[in-house]
């Protein structure tokens, strides 16, 4: 497809995306698809749309957007406790956020973000199997989820399997092609360099 062509459907995916509810929101009975079916319409579009992504520019926003979805928790404390851990993350209180989020996984066991979240604070203790347990948890909940795949990758490498990384990045990289760690592909020695083949990490 033509980069134009590309762009005017980036753009009404994006308006479609805009116009439709974050799951969760309140229907009126009878009035339309439920939350779920609108949620799952609208992560299609939006990975859709990312892999056609134009640019690096046009690639932030669906992952932003990605992002939104992603943490909308199932029920407000699961959201309050989830959010708590991230301050606490940030602030490297890593124990403390892991208590939260430990917490918040007996909540909401089927809750893909927890497990991305824990998982990056794992690696943050150097807890690298436990990091990888839950990052492997976080892509079997949402199996698209370039974050957890990218964080596969870290944990991977400071493992010294530098192989499945890299095979952990590819598939990363067919969802996202603008990822960031896209930086640390390897080409094949036979296979052509990627039409996005890194010059080095875009921030």
Do not use: C
């Amino acid at each position: 497809m033509a980069r134009t062509g590309i762009l005017a459907s980036l753009l009404a995916l994006l308006l479609v995306a805009a116009l439709l509810p974050l799951p969760g929101a309140a229907q009126p009975a009878g009035s339309g698809p439920s939350a779920s079916t609108v949620d799952r319409t609208e992560r299609a579009r939006l990975f859709e749309a990312l892999r056609a992504a134009p640019n690096e520019r046009a690639a932030r926003v669906l992952e932003d957007a990605i992002w939104r979805l992603w943490m909308v928790a199932p029920d407000t404390e699961t959201g309050r406790l989830l959010k708590a851990a991230m301050s606490r993350r940030e602030s490297y209180d890593f124990a403390g956020a892991r208590e939260l989020l430990d917490k918040a996984a007996e909540r909401a066991p089927t809750y893909a973000e927890i497990f991305n979240q824990r998982g990056f604070v794992r690696f943050l203790q150097e807890d690298y199997d436990g990091a990888l347990e839950d990052v492997d948890r976080a892509i079997e909940l949402e199996p698209r989820h370039f974050a957890a795949m990218a964080g596969r990758v870290m944990i991977l490498m400071r493992q010294g399997r530098a192989e499945l990384a890299q095979k952990q990045l590819r598939e990363a990289v067919a969802i996202d092609p603008f990822l960031k760690e896209r930086a640390l592909l390897i080409p094949a020695p036979s296979a052509p360099a990627a039409p996005n083949a890194p010059r080095g990490l875009d921030l």
